[in-house]
C-alpha cells in the first residue's frame, strides 16, 4: 500500500510541475490561427515563407504546425490525400474522424505515434499540427495531444 502511495504522490508532483511550466504560444497571422506548444518543445525550424514551424522535445518528440490555402471544399480531399502519403510511407492509422471543417487521425509504424490535427480556418484557409512521438510515452502525451488539439483556433479572419 505504499509502494502505491509513494507512486501515486510521485505521478501528483511530476503532473504539478509540468502543469506549473508555460506553454508557448504560436501562431502564424497569414493563416490566422494560433497554437500552445508544450513547455519542453524547442524550435527547430521555422519554414523561410513562415508558414510554418517544426519543434523537437529532449525525449525525442517532434511537432510540425503549419498553415496552408485550400480551394473552396478542398479541405477534406486534402487530407485524405495526406494521409494516402503517409500510409504509403508505412503508417498504420487506427483512428480517424474527418469532417469538411477540422480533421483529427493517427496511427502507428514501428515504435512510433502519429497524431494530425487540421482545422480550416478563415475560409480558404487550413491549420495543420503533425506530432510524432514513441509509443512508450502515449499516457504522458495523451494529455499533451488533448491540449495542443483544444488550443489550435482561428484568430484574427
Known amino acids: 500500500m ?13 503532473l504539478a510541475q509540468a502543469g506549473a511550466q508555460e506553454w508557448q504560444q504560436f ?4 493563416f490566422g490561427f494560433v497554437f500552445e506548444v508544450p513547455p519542453e518543445f524547442e524550435l527547430l525550424h521555422r519554414s523561410e515563407d513562415g508558414d510554418g514551424a517544426a519543434f523537437h522535445s ?3 518528440a517532434l511537432l510540425a504546425v503549419w498553415g496552408t490555402d ?14 494516402s502519403r503517409d500510409e504509403k510511407e508505412g503508417w498504420k492509422f487506427t483512428y480517424r474522424r474527418l469532417t469538411r471543417e477540422w480533421a483529427s487521425y ?24 503533425l506530432m510524432d512521438y514513441s509509443r512508450d510515452q502515449k499516457v504522458a502525451y495523451d ?11 482561428p484568430e484574427d479572419c
Open 2 to 14: 505504499n509502494r502505491i502511495l509513494l507512486v501515486f504522490s510521485a505521478l501528483m508532483l511530476s
Open 106 to 129: 493517427s496511427g502507428i509504424k514501428d515504435d512510433q505515434i502519429r497524431y494530425v490535427r487540421g482545422i480550416t480556418v478563415c475560409g480558404n484557409r487550413a491549420a495543420m499540427f
Open 58 to 60: 529532449p525525449d525525442g
Open 143 to 153: 494529455p499533451v495531444v488533448t491540449r495542443m488539439v483544444r488550443s489550435l483556433k
Open 70 to 83: 485550400v480551394a473552396e471544399g478542398d479541405f477534406l480531399p486534402q487530407v485524405k490525400k495526406q494521409i
Open 27 to 30: 501562431g502564424i497571422q497569414r
